[in-house]
């Protein structure tokens, strides 16, 4: 579906999803919450995000005591209904737009005979798209419109982004053999849309599963913020650190309540998901372990490992939650399953491209790795794999490694370029001798 109509839905109902982000902090402000109390959002649109919570994990008194949960939404394409689908971003999107509404002037008024309504407007640029929200009227709104700007009037029995969504997801289409099937259930997979669709269906969940706290006043908001305030979702992968209450939530759905010890409640509070579209799989506990991948005391969301390890703080060795690189490739090659990473060094991409490989891949290894050990043992290993299975010339792995360092100057306190380049360069060397 890489039709212009699924590209512009994507660009839309992508702002919308960058916006439900700075929603789910304005329903906080809303209740009454200060800036520096609120919990973030679970929705993530860049696993960065982790180790920053984590840093915040450590701050929590016993955080080494936290248990860390997985889980996995599945069936995450395939049973949604279309129905729910729609109800739940259009939910989203009323949301959204009517808290934008507010803060811009002169909202829904009329001036000599015009009508000034909510748009929503996204910018096609170079690589990206941008959005904004305005207040116009229908002569300018059409004076904007260009092959590089889209123009959505919300309001007024007027739905533009609603439209794009309920047309790509009621005609998703897909071949089998020689026949064509129109798609009846589930969020449209391939289409350019469904990641944000998928996003924002589950972020609808999550603002009903807040608002009741939220709604509830004082003590069970405090609840909400000690309990649920470290939890985050990319896709369908959760991790969930510090919170007693999220098998409740999880296991029990939507269509069940639950009661938090010590404040009860005259109705209790809801689980989070549809249990009769979604299944929550429990993958992963740092109290116990089932994977070679995974032992005690750790776990992996996307590329990130967090694991305990003891650290000396005031000369007192202390047990603190860090991050580092997780390798998704052990679990696969345990199973017979081979991954092909970068590029093979003969092909025709340019020096450049090839090489910088060790630039990108280093500028992740240090967003990821919260102590220095495991930074440059990644970036080690990185260099020795294209070095050692990819035939990279080993002089320009270095080179472009000591770029990298040269714009990073300071990472882990170290003004010096040496300190970073040789534990790299030596670890390289060890592991091409071994």
């Known amino acids: 579906m890489f039709t212009p109509v699924s590209v512009w839905c994507a660009a839309v109902w992508g702002a919308i999803r960058k916006d439900a982000v700075w929603l789910w902090s304005q329903l906080q402000a809303e209740a009454g919450v200060a800036d520096g109390e609120m919990a973030p959002s ?31 939404v599945e069936q995450y394409y395939t049973n949604v209904p279309h129905q729910d689908l729609l109800r739940q971003l259009r939910y989203v999107l009323g949301m959204v737009s009517s808290r934008r509404l ?22 096609k640029k170079e690589l990206k798209f941008d959005h904004e929200w305005l207040i116009l009227t229908e002569h300018d709104a059409q004076r904007k419109r260009s092959d590089k700007c889209l123009v959505l009037k919300i309001g007024d029995g007027a739905n533009g982004p609603m439209q794009l969504a309920e047309f790509v997801i009621m005609n998703a289409y897909f071949k089998l053999g020689d026949q064509m099937f129109r798609q009846l259930i589930g969020i449209p997979m391939g289409a350019n849309p469904s990641p944000a669709f998928a996003d924002l269906y589950l972020v609808a969940y999550e603002i009903q599963f807040m608002l009741q706290f939220l709604h509830s006043g004082g003590p069970y908001i405090r609840a909400f913020l000690q309990w649920f305030s470290f939890i ?3 896709q369908d992968d959760v991790f969930v650190a510090h919170c007693k209450y999220i098998h409740d939530g999880l296991a029990l759905y939507v269509e069940s309540f639950f009661q ?15 249990g009769k579209f979604l299944n929550i799989a429990h993958e992963q506990c740092s109290q116990w372990h089932v994977l070679p991948d995974s032992p005690a005391n750790m776990v992996h969301h996307q590329d990130v490992a967090i694991y305990l390890r003891v650290v000396k703080m005031g000369g007192q060795p202390v047990p603190k939650w860090q991050t580092r690189v997780y390798n998704k490739s052990i679990k696969f090659e345990a199973a017979g399953v081979q991954f092909v990473y970068y590029p093979d060094v003969s092909s025709l991409l340019s020096t450049r491209c090839k090489y910088g490989i060790v630039l990108s891949q280093s500028n992740r290894f240090v967003r990821r790795c919260t102590i220095p050990h495991d930074f440059f043992e990644a970036a080690a290993r990185l260099i020795h794999y294209m070095v050692a299975c990819k035939h990279y010339r080993l002089d320009y792995c270095l080179e472009f490694y000591v770029q990298f360092c040269n ?21 390289v060397n060890r592991l091409l001798s071994s």
């Open 407 to 427: 714009h990073r100057l300071g990472i882990y306190g170290f003004f010096k370029l040496e300190q970073l380049v040789r534990p790299v360069r030596d670890a």
């Open 232 to 234: 985050h979702r990319f």
């Open 42 to 72: 679970w929705l993530i649109l860049t696993a960065d995000t982790i180790s920053e919570s984590v840093a915040r994990l450590n701050m929590v008194p016993d955080s080494a005591k936290s248990v860390l949960d997985c889980f996995d």
């Open 260 to 274: 938090l010890d010590g404040l009860p409640h005259p109705r209790g509070f809801h689980g989070l998901y549809p």
């Open 102 to 123: 507010r803060g811009l002037p002169g909202a829904q008024r009329v001036s000599d005979g015009a009508v000034w309504q909510l748009h929503l407007i996204v910018y």
